[in-house]
């Protein structure tokens, strides 16, 4: 198909969004027309590259489950993505709270735990697991949307890190770790808009007070934090776009698709139903020239046997569609 579309249609520049619907937790956030160009700083060329790439991040979170710190009630760090922060805007920042409770930021504000950089990567501030127990623990809390303009440490970023798969930073910053939600995946995805304003300017993602937004002239970055296997899934893209032409046009290699899809699905069962062994059908001939290979059987035996088989194929299609019926 790609072969077809080409004189009409680019690909490999990243999936367009058809539609966001409602139920969508990026409703509000993307819009038909944009193009998602990464996740986690990995590029993106497809729609299927989009469903691949936030299944494997849902995948290596649940395989860095181990390595991951748990802050008592408040949630995990995940070890291996974290953001350079220079010392200044951490001390303004920093708040040392019992953790009793879940909410120890404001709902405007996103936690953040310092991380030491050495091999394996361990929780900084000179904290053990006896303060861990007792449920103290240093608490940055810092804007999300500034945060993510940073640079980034941490080998958990993909293939295109500023600082590559480190969590060295510069000097006067320290390499800061978000703070999450059991089950819950953070993940950076840039996109651009085709239209000549950015409508999505200083919006905010409506299911998650830990998003953020970096924008430079069209283009943007936000935070998404959740179950990224249904969010991959809850908004319609396509890997084609239209060289020129209305907007609706793009609509028509996904709807292609479908319908040679369908096609095929077509084709496929009426080829099986006409290869049943039923009277009228190609079924019968093929059965009666598999018969003529066994010369042991008398030709007036062969066709006691043709019958027997139409006989009992014609039964057991009969019954097969009674039951597809009820």
């Given at each position: 198909?790609?072969?077809?579309?080409?004189?009409?249609?680019?690909?490999?520049?990243?999936?367009?969004?058809?539609?966001?619907?409602?139920?969508?937790?990026?409703?509000?956030?993307?819009?038909?027309?944009?193009?998602?160009?990464?996740?986690?700083?990995?590029?993106?060329?497809?729609?299927?590259?989009?469903?691949?790439?936030?299944?494997?991040?849902?995948?290596?979170?649940?395989?860095?489950?181990?390595?991951?710190?748990?802050?008592?009630?408040?949630?995990?760090?995940?070890?291996?993505?974290?953001?350079?922060?220079?010392?200044?805007?951490?001390?303004?920042?920093?708040?040392?709270?019992?953790?009793?409770?879940?909410?120890?930021?404001?709902?405007?504000?996103?936690?953040?735990?310092?991380?030491?950089?050495?091999?394996?990567?361990?929780?900084?501030?000179?904290?053990?697991?006896?303060?861990?127990?007792?449920?103290?623990?240093?608490?940055?809390?810092?804007?999300?949307?500034?945060?993510?303009?940073?640079?980034?440490?941490?080998?958990?970023?993909?293939?295109?890190?500023?600082?590559?798969?480190?969590?060295?930073?510069?000097?006067?910053?320290?390499?800061?770790?978000?703070?999450?939600?059991?089950?819950?995946?953070?993940?950076?995805?840039?996109?651009?808009?085709?239209?000549?304003?950015?409508?999505?300017?200083?919006?905010?993602?409506?299911?998650?007070?830990?998003?953020?937004?970096?924008?430079?002239?069209?283009?943007?970055?936000?935070?998404?934090?959740?179950?990224?296997?249904?969010?991959?899934?809850?908004?319609?893209?396509?890997?084609?776009?239209?060289?020129?032409?209305?907007?609706?046009?793009?609509?028509?290699?996904?709807?292609?698709?479908?319908?040679?899809?369908?096609?095929?699905?077509?084709?496929?069962?009426?080829?099986?139903?006409?290869?049943?062994?039923?009277?009228?059908?190609?079924?019968?001939?093929?059965l009666e020239e598999t018969l003529s290979h066994f010369t042991s059987l008398s030709p007036r035996k062969r066709k006691k046997v043709l019958r027997l088989c139409l006989l009992g194929g014609l039964l057991v299609s009969i019954f097969g569609l009674f039951r597809l019926l009820l």
């Amino acid at each position: 198909m790609p072969l077809l579309l080409f004189p009409f249609y680019s690909s490999d520049h990243g999936p367009v969004v058809l539609d966001v619907p409602p139920t969508s937790p990026l409703f509000g956030y993307l819009a038909p027309g944009d193009v998602i160009q990464s996740v986690d700083n990995v590029p993106i060329i497809n729609a299927h590259e989009w469903l691949k790439l936030n299944t494997l991040t849902y995948d290596n979170q649940l395989k860095n489950i181990n390595i991951s710190q748990h802050i008592g009630d408040l949630g995990v760090v995940n070890n291996t993505k974290g953001y350079c922060v220079s010392s200044l805007v951490m001390e303004a920042g920093k708040m040392s709270e019992m953790l009793e409770s879940q909410h120890v930021c404001p709902s405007e504000r996103t936690a953040f735990v310092k991380l030491s950089c050495s091999d394996n990567i361990t929780l900084d501030d000179g904290q053990n697991e006896t303060k861990l127990s007792n449920g103290r623990w240093n608490i940055y809390c810092l804007n999300a949307k500034d945060v993510v303009k940073l640079d980034k440490c941490g080998n958990g970023w993909g293939l295109a890190t500023s600082k590559g798969s480190s969590c060295l930073c510069s000097q006067d910053e320290f390499c800061l770790a978000p703070v999450q939600e059991p089950g819950m995946v953070w993940v950076e995805i840039t996109y651009s808009s085709p239209s000549h304003e950015c409508l999505h300017e200083g919006n905010q993602l409506p299911v998650s007070k830990t998003s953020g937004l970096k924008e430079t002239n069209c283009s943007a970055t936000f935070i998404f934090v959740g179950d990224v296997i249904s969010m991959a899934h809850s908004i319609h893209l396509t890997s084609y776009q239209p060289r020129w032409g209305p907007k609706i046009v793009a609509y028509f290699p996904n709807f292609l698709e479908r319908i040679l899809i369908w096609t095929f699905h077509v084709s496929l069962a009426l080829a099986l139903l006409n290869g049943l062994p039923v009277y009228f059908l190609d079924g019968e001939s093929i059965l009666e020239e598999t018969l003529s290979h066994f010369t042991s059987l008398s030709p007036r035996k062969r066709k006691k046997v043709l019958r027997l088989c139409l006989l009992g194929g014609l039964l057991v299609s009969i019954f097969g569609l009674f039951r597809l019926l009820l």
